[in-house]
C-alpha cells in the first residue's frame, strides 16, 4: 500500500498567519492527491483535488501544489473558521491513502 | 442539492455483522461511484471500499477484505455496506462519499471525494 506522511502533526498559528502543511508519499502519485478539512463531530470537506484545483465553494485562500512523492496545503491568511483537521489522500491506487492528519489550533 | 445519509449503525458483538445504508438524494445517483470511509474514536479517516456506478468494480482495504462486502441499489438510490466477522478495530464512525473521477472515467481511480454523509456509529463489544 501506498503509505502517506503528513508534517506537521500538529500546528498552533494565529489568525492571519500564512500556514503550510506538507503530505508525502512513499512512492510517486503523480499529481493524484486530495486534501480534506474535517472539523470536530463534523464530516470531512474537500478542499483540493488533482494536487492544485480548488473545489468550488472553497475559498481561494487556500492552496496545493506538488507532485510526485511531495505536496503542500497552504493557507494564506488563516481565518477563525480554519482551525481543524487536515488530511491528504492519494487516489493514485484504489487504497485511497489518507495521511494521519495535521490538527491547526489556536495560538 | 447533494444528500447523503448514512443509517444501521449500532451495537454489534464482536464475531457479528451489520449492514449500513447510504440513502443519496439531489444527484443522479447511477452515474456516479460510491465509498465507505471510516474513522475510529479519536483517530484519523481509513479508506473501506469503493464501487462503480453500475456495481459492476469493487475494490476493499485489506483490513476488511473478506469480511466487508459493498453493494448499491440504483433502483433505490441507496448504498450500502455489508460487515461481517466484526472485530473491536472495526469500531468506527462510517462515513459514505461520492467519488468524483478526476478525468470523467468510470474506472475506480483516481477520484475525489466530493459529498459526505454525516456518518453512522458502529460500536463493536460484547
Known amino acids: 500500500d501506498i503509505q502517506m506522511t503528513q508534517s506537521p502533526s500538529s500546528l498552533s498559528a494565529s489568525v492571519g498567519d500564512r500556514v503550510t502543511i506538507t503530505c508525502r508519499a512513499s512512492?510517486?502519485?503523480?499529481?493524484?492527491l486530495n486534501w480534506y478539512q474535517q472539523k470536530p463531530g463534523k464530516a470531512p470537506k474537500l478542499l483540493i483535488y488533482?494536487?492544485?484545483s480548488l473545489q468550488s465553494g472553497v475559498p481561494s485562500r487556500f492552496s496545493g501544489s506538488g507532485s510526485g512523492t511531495d505536496f503542500t496545503l497552504t493557507i494564506s491568511s488563516l481565518q477563525p473558521e480554519d482551525f481543524a483537521t487536515y488530511y491528504c489522500?492519494?487516489?493514485?491506487?484504489?487504497?485511497?491513502?489518507f495521511g494521519q492528519g495535521t490538527k491547526l489550533e489556536i495560538k | 442539492e447533494v444528500q447523503l445519509v448514512e443509517s444501521g449503525g449500532g451495537l454489534a458483538q464482536p464475531g457479528g455483522s451489520l449492514r449500513l445504508s447510504c440513502a443519496a438524494s439531489g444527484f443522479t445517483f447511477s452515474n456516479h461511484a460510491m465509498h465507505w470511509v471510516r474513522q475510529a474514536p479519536g483517530k484519523g479517516l481509513e479508506y473501506v471500499s469503493a464501487i462503480s456506478s453500475n456495481g459492476g468494480s469493487t475494490s476493499y482495504a485489506s483490513s476488511v477484505e473478506g469480511r466487508f462486502t459493498i453493494s448499491r441499489d440504483n433502483s433505490k438510490n441507496t448504498l450500502y455496506l455489508q460487515m461481517g466477522s466484526l472485530r473491536a478495530e472495526d469500531m468506527a464512525v462510517y462515513y459514505c462519499?461520492?467519488?468524483?473521477?478526476?478525468?470523467?472515467?468510470?474506472?475506480?481511480?483516481?477520484?475525489?471525494?466530493?459529498?459526505w454523509g454525516q456518518g453512522t456509529l458502529v460500536t463493536v463489544s460484547s
Open positions: 512512492q510517486s502519485i503523480s499529481s493524484h
Open positions: 489522500q492519494q487516489s493514485y491506487r484504489t487504497s485511497y491513502t
Open positions: 462519499a461520492r467519488g468524483l473521477h478526476y478525468y470523467g472515467s468510470g474506472s475506480l481511480s483516481p477520484h475525489y471525494f466530493d459529498s
Open positions: 488533482a494536487a492544485s
